[in-house]
């Protein structure tokens, strides 16, 4: 029996797309889905190889950037809209305020967003979804989740797109024409401002799904909490501090043996013994300032005018100091 051209391409392409869909062996625990959203990744990269990143890159070619940064900005002024609301609904007020106050400015002295009066006037532009809303009152990230033709995302923030686009005062144009047209200028002009970055990218990472994953995560958590993450490590005064001290090298002024949380000076040899210490009838060097088994006090070594002179270190050794300090990050 013959299989005709066309049903063998068929059952190549499903074949491809089930060994992309197989399970990974060490799956994350972020990722449980990385089989099927690698093939989902390859087919959106795919796309944006052979008609999104092409017509992105012509349309550079053809479109002056002032006007290129006024599409920007016009959309970016529509984008407002949606992050003013959850603003709002996270009860950030004060930036809630901030970015009504920038529609306003922008679509009156801005020509209807054309250009970003608003920033000049020292009002911030911010980034927020229906997603991070969601993860503001508790709901799960989810698996991470690769949608066709919109890249990455979680469980949570794939739910957040359809917020966001009845959001989005784009949707409720009443020609279907005018508001495609819309769509596919913010496509093809937020791509064209990807053009560097994406470059980057693929002459900088070794795997580009992963690299794109751990970047989108990062974010997306650094979003919610808007940088406190809390994943700092602990350099606190309880942290315990190395030990420096040397073998065979006396610490000077280094904490006697049993004080409290301070490690006991190695003993040295009578051979290595530092200057002007004493010794005792054993031949064992006795530190500056101990005491005897006499129990008399030892007297520090003084210079020719009676002075105490300073403590000798040997060439070669380094006598770390009794304290130091604690590091704090704030």
């Not at 029996?1 to 799956?27: D, E, N």
């Not at 911030?124 to 508790?138: A, E, I, S, V």
């Amino acid at each position: 029996m013959q299989i005709k051209p066309q049903r063998a391409a068929a059952i190549a392409l499903a074949a491809a797309v089930l060994a992309g869909c197989a399970t990974v062996t060490t799956p994350t625990k972020e990722d449980p889905w990385e089989g099927f959203n690698r093939t989902v990744f390859t087919f959106n990269d795919k796309v944006d190889q052979y008609a999104v990143k092409p017509v992105a890159q012509g349309y550079v070619k053809i479109t002056p950037q002032p006007v290129r940064d006024s599409v920007t900005n016009f959309f970016s002024n529509i984008g407002d809209v949606y992050i003013a609301a959850n603003n709002l609904l996270q009860l950030k007020i004060a930036d809630g305020v901030g970015d009504i106050m920038r529609i306003v400015i922008n679509t009156v002295f801005g020509v209807g967003g054309l250009f970003d009066v608003a920033t000049i006037a020292k009002l911030p532009k911010h980034d927020n979804d229906l997603g991070l809303t969601l993860g503001h009152y508790g709901v799960p990230a989810g698996p991470y989740l690769v949608l066709p033709l919109f890249g990455p995302s979680t469980v949570r923030d794939a739910a957040g797109y359809v917020g966001n686009y009845f959001a989005n005062p784009i949707s409720y144009i009443d020609s279907d024409a005018i508001s495609w047209s819309l769509w596919g200028v913010q496509l093809v002009n937020t791509r064209a401002n990807l053009l560097s970055a994406t470059n980057l990218l693929e002459g900088a990472a070794l795997d580009k799904y992963s690299f794109v994953r751990n970047a989108y995560l990062q974010r997306r958590q650094f979003l919610l909490t808007g940088g406190n993450s809390g994943s700092l490590p602990n350099y606190g005064d309880g942290a315990p501090l190395p030990n420096y001290d040397q073998e065979g090298a006396g610490a000077a002024g280094a904490p006697a043996a049993g004080a409290a949380g301070a490690p006991a000076a190695p003993a040295m040899p009578a051979s290595s013994a530092a200057p002007g210490a004493s010794q005792d009838t054993s031949g064992t060097p006795a530190a500056e300032g101990a005491i005897p088994a006499s129990g008399t006090q030892a007297q520090p070594p003084v210079d020719s005018n009676g002075m105490p002179s300073p403590t000798t270190v040997p060439g070669g050794q380094v006598v770390p100091p009794g304290r130091y300090p604690s590091l704090r990050l704030r």
